[in-house]
């Protein structure tokens, strides 16, 4: 946040029984990202949710 900009650097991703893989959101922090995935796997769907952190370079 030192140029005035909003880093958003936790990507929440699912993948549905298919195999498709989908970003479900961005976060600041990687606990936030982590109890999003958390809840979203706690529904009991057939979905694998996982949290990984965007690198500098990385275009998502």
Same mark, same amino acid.
Do not use: C
């Given at each position: 946040?030192?140029?005035?900009?909003?880093?958003?650097?936790?990507?929440?991703?699912?993948?549905?029984?298919?195999?498709? &893989?989908?970003?479900?959101?961005? @976060?600041?922090? +990687?606990?936030?990202?982590?109890?999003? !995935?958390?809840?979203?796997?706690? &529904?009991?769907?057939?979905?694998? @949710?996982?949290? +990984?952190?965007?690198?500098?370079?990385? !275009?998502?």
């Amino acid at each position: 946040m030192n140029d005035g900009t909003v880093t958003l650097p936790w990507l929440v991703f699912r993948q549905d029984d298919n195999g498709n &893989r989908y970003r479900v959101g961005r @976060y600041a922090t +990687e606990a936030e990202a982590q109890r999003i !995935a958390t809840s979203l796997d706690g &529904r009991g769907h057939k979905q694998l @949710y996982w949290v +990984e952190e965007l690198r500098r370079g990385d !275009a998502s």
